[in-house]
């Protein structure tokens, strides 16, 4: 486990999985490459792994089950309520499948990894291999992950990073999937630690990475 250092920034991790997208992360922080403190994970799961891969690495979990809550204005209150508790300043979504709105206090300080090209096979219901099937049906030479804020709307939050990656013709859904995680597993750290470090800046839509992320 790292011991947490006044100059990491501390981030709330929320899943819904299998919890690759973190350990990733806690790779990446291991290996000195990403300078954050994981203070809590979120899932909206009970009994999923990414629950375990957090308590592997003594970090605090909380589950937060969407029917307990009688509304997403209350579930989503009570996610940040969280995030707040624990004093983190960026909520990163590592395979967390729910809708939550994004409070004044969270705007752009929630990002989001989408396995796709946005704004292609993107928006409610394009999650896991839906959007790599969909991807692969429509016939796209290329797809990708994104990484981008999240706003109110599925997908939408201004983008602050994409990868490319060759659909190749007898790909299906899972050969592709993997292709975009290794990707992904490149990009996702790589923003964070851009992000930590204050290289970030948003205009609008636009994002800018200053100096931009190398490949
Ligand atoms: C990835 O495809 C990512 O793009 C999406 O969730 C998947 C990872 O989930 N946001 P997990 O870490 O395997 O649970």
């Given at each position: 486990m790292s011991v947490p250092s006044p100059s990491r920034l501390p981030v709330a991790v929320l899943l819904s999985g299998t919890g690759r997208t973190l350990q990733n992360l806690l790779q990446s922080i291991h290996r000195n490459n990403l300078s954050i403190d994981v203070r809590l994970v979120i899932s909206?799961?009970?009994?999923?792994?990414g629950i375990d891969v957090a308590r592997e690495h003594g970090i605090g979990t909380q589950v937060f089950l969407p029917?307990?809550?009688?509304?997403t204005d209350d579930y989503s209150d009570a996610v940040f309520e969280a995030c707040r508790g624990s004093r983190v300043e960026l909520v990163v979504m590592a395979g967390f499948i729910r809708y939550v709105k994004i409070p004044d206090d969270f705007q752009l300080r929630v990002i989001n990894i989408h396995p796709?090209?946005?704004?292609?096979?993107?928006?409610?219901?394009?999650?896991g291999s839906r959007v790599h099937q969909a991807a692969i049906e429509y016939g796209v030479k290329l797809s990708g992950c994104t990484v981008h804020f999240v706003d109110?709307?599925?997908?939408?939050?201004?983008?602050i990073a994409q990868r490319a990656v060759p659909v190749e013709p007898d790909d299906s859904a899972d050969t592709l999937a993997a292709r975009v995680f290794q990707a992904e597993c490149q990009l996702y750290p790589a923003v964070i630690q851009a992000i930590a470090e204050g290289r970030v800046t948003v205009t609008g839509r636009c994002v800018r990475v200053t100096p931009p992320l190398t490949e």
């Open positions: 909206s799961h009970a009994d999923v792994r029917k307990d809550y009688g509304s796709s090209l946005i704004p292609a096979f993107c928006g409610k219901g394009f999650y109110n709307e599925y997908d939408h939050g201004p983008i």
